[in-house]
């Protein structure tokens, strides 16, 4: 039985103060200087918070021991550092756990948003994915996330809060303990060792936010997570590709899913703007591609419509030449979806194609799928209002 630890705590009050966690710096230096912290002293206390925050992992000032003691009381008196807020985690039979975080309410909001978060331990690394926007302007015909209109882009702070939280909870910080709750965690001395931006949302639709969050976890003197382990996955915006390449330059991850244009076009519908020759023009072009770093092109295995042996000789022949991975992800259903997943011997048959092409281990082992929390369940009840709707909703 997978297990539900808390669920429906009530909305943290809305004159609540302001969290720092997730700022950059930039940001962290005009909270200080908003509290009256001196010109001439903002580096160095930003120096101290980014430490404290994103190696050590604190959530209250007061654990800020070379922070004189009345700077951590004005901080107290006028920020948090508090994560996204919990309303429900679920931990999968395999140790896969979801969150799903309510964030701050804004101004116009009738509602506070809600994303969810989820982390799969391996034996060998800790992939963490997470999400860039409340639901998806996007509809493609075979993911849960596509069911629900976009509400809003997160910012920046709110991608970072994603990892911060996960950290807290699966005790990922020097010196913290790890929760008693039978969970299955990798070996490997830091817990989460991977990010993926796979959760809801386009992140080349959220691109400045997304950019400015990864800088933030890839800091050297913070969160130190390696570029190389650091995935973006797009279903081909294919202008921001390549400044996604020049500016964060992470591992990127395409969702191809069809080798045809008429048949990409239905299941992914951007492919109708920019079409699978320009999409892989773009891969081509990809910085820093080597046998090493490979673009990874994922192929959801969709009953009767696109899995048939001739697909998976049409893809290989597609990708020739693209240092590529290939991950066939078998279709992970959710309540009305139309699609069926493949059956499991065509998807061997299928993989064992791509396999003699030289793709090594090409299918993708479905996770916490007891708890909706595989790839492309992911949605919230979060709903975008219109004007007049929002009226009512703030009466
Ligand atoms: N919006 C981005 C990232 C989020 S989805 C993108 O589309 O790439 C992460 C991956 O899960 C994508 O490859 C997506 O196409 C795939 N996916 C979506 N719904 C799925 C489902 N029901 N079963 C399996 N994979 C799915
Ligand atoms: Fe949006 Fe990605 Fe889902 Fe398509 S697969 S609807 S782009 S989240």
């Not at 903002?42 to 654990?63: E, P």
């Not at 008429?262 to 299941?267: G, N, S, T």
Request: proline share 6%; charged share 25%; hydrophobic share 40%.
């Amino acid at each position: 039985m997978p297990a539900v630890l808390a669920i429906d705590a009530p909305e943290r009050g809305a004159t609540a103060k302001p969290s720092l966690a997730g700022l950059g710096r930039d940001g962290l230096k005009a909270a200080l200087a908003a509290i009256g912290v001196p010109d001439k002293q903002l580096r160095m206390r930003v120096g101290q918070l980014w430490s404290w925050m994103y190696v050590r992992g604190a959530t209250a000032f007061d654990d800020m021991s070379d922070v004189s003691k009345e700077l951590r009381a004005r901080l107290s008196e006028a920020y948090t550092l508090e994560r996204p807020e919990i309303v429900a985690e679920q931990v999968s039979v395999d140790g896969t756990r979801k969150w799903l975080l309510r964030l701050p309410r804004r101004g116009h909001e009738a509602r506070a948003p809600e994303i969810e978060t989820v982390y799969i331990p391996e034996a060998d690394r800790g992939t963490l994915c997470i999400s860039s926007q409340v639901g998806c302007t996007l509809t493609c015909s075979f993911c849960h996330t596509g069911t629900q209109k976009l509400v809003r882009n997160l910012e920046a702070a709110e991608i970072v809060g994603q990892i911060l939280l996960a950290r807290d909870r699966i005790g990922d910080w020097p010196g913290a303990s790890p929760p008693g709750d039978g969970l299955l965690l990798p070996d490997t001395e830091r817990k989460i060792t991977n990010v993926v931006l796979m959760g809801m949302g386009e992140p080349l639709y959220n691109f400045d936010n997304v950019r400015d969050a990864i800088a933030i976890a890839t800091d050297g003197d913070g969160l130190s997570l390696s570029k190389r382990r650091v995935t973006l996955s797009t279903s081909g915006v294919v202008p921001e590709i390549p400044r996604w390449g020049a500016e964060a330059g992470t591992m990127l991850a395409i969702s191809l899913h069809a080798v045809r244009d008429e048949l990409r076009d239905k299941l992914v519908p951007i492919n109708r703007k920019y079409p699978i020759a320009e999409l892989l023009a773009a891969c081509r072009a990809y910085p820093g591609l080597s046998n090493a770093r490979r673009i990874t092109f994922e192929y959801v295995m969709l009953k009767d419509v696109n899995d048939s042996l001739a697909d998976a000789r049409a893809l290989v022949k597609l990708l020739s030449g693209i240092p590529a991975k290939i991950n066939l992800i078998p279709f992970n259903p959710w309540p009305g979806t139309a699609h069926e997943c493949s059956d499991w011997e065509q998807i061997e048959r299928f993989a064992e194609v791509v396999n003699r092409a030289g793709y090594a281990s090409p299918v993708r082992t479905p996770r916490g799928r007891d708890i909706m929390a595989a790839c492309g369940q992911l949605k919230s009840e979060s709903l975008k209002l219109s004007a007049s709707e929002r009226k009512v909703a703030a009466r």
